[in-house]
């Protein structure tokens, strides 16, 4: 069992910055951040492996960055220009697969979610 540990939300205007980090219990290859708005679907926001290969969805790419250092076992998502529609419950997910390939489904381990709201 790993366990994940997210802090860093928050509220923030329009075009502000906010930094989220999730603290893994031991070390693990495939990490993401999943986000929920209210009354929506779950959906994947970024990936990274062990080794440094990142994945964004369409709506971030080139506004959020994910990073993690493996010898803190910490994962990081620096959200720039936030916009209204960033709102939602930010989760922290994890796999043993070296591929962050697949939706949530795959994902065995969860954080608890930070709370993100961003507004106009």
């Known amino acids: 069992q790993v366990r994940l540990v997210e802090s860093g939300g928050g509220s923030v205007q329009a075009g502000g910055s906010l930094r989220l980090s999730c603290v893994a219990s031991a070390g693990i290859y495939c990490m993401a951040w999943f986000r929920q708005a209210p009354g929506k679907e779950r959906e994947g926001v970024a990936t990274i492996t062990s080794g440094g290969s990142t994945g964004y969805t369409d709506s971030v790419k080139g506004r959020f960055t994910i990073s993690r250092d493996n010898a803190k076992r910490t994962l990081y998502l620096q959200m720039n220009s936030l916009k209204p529609e960033d709102t939602g419950i930010y989760y922290c997910?994890?796999?043993?697969?070296?591929?962050?390939?697949?939706?949530?489904?795959?994902?065995?381990?969860w954080g608890q979610g930070t709370q993100v709201t961003v507004s106009s």
């Open positions: 997910a994890a796999r043993w697969d070296v591929s962050c390939s697949g939706g949530v489904d795959l994902y065995n381990f």
